[in-house]
C-alpha cells in the first residue's frame, strides 16, 4: 500500500516535540483520562501539573487567532503511578 503525501505534515517541524523523554512504548493519558482515574476534577489535575507536583508533555498547538489559549497534555502512566505513590507516603514529588 503506498503512502499518501497528502496525509503527511509538509514541513518537518511539525513532528518536533522539542527535547521531551518520551517513550514510544509507555502509555500516556490524557487529563481527562487522568481525572478518571483518580476520581479528581480535570483542574485539579491541570493544577498539579502546573504546581509541579505531576510531570506532563504539553503537546504544541498551531498558532491562531484563539483569544483562549488552550493546552493539550498527556501524562505518563509511570508519572501517573509515580504521583499515587507520592500521595500515599506523603511525599511532595515522590522521587
Not at 1 to 14: F, I, N, V
Not at 34 to 42: A, E, Q
Not at 46 to 60: C, H, K, S, W
Not at 66 to 73: E, H, L, P
Amino acid at each position: 500500500m503506498a503512502a499518501l503525501s497528502h496525509d503527511l505534515p509538509e514541513r518537518e517541524e511539525e513532528f518536533n516535540f522539542g527535547d521531551s523523554d518520551m517513550d514510544s512504548s509507555e502509555k500516556y493519558y490524557s487529563v481527562c483520562e487522568v481525572s478518571g482515574l483518580l476520581g479528581w476534577s480535570v483542574d485539579t489535575i491541570r493544577r498539579l501539573v502546573d504546581r509541579g507536583f505531576m510531570e506532563a508533555l504539553v503537546i504544541p498547538q498551531k498558532p491562531g487567532h484563539r483569544k483562549r489559549v488552550y493546552r493539550s497534555m498527556r501524562i505518563a502512566k509511570s508519572e501517573v503511578e509515580r504521583c499515587i505513590r507520592a500521595l500515599r507516603t506523603g511525599k511532595k514529588g515522590g522521587r
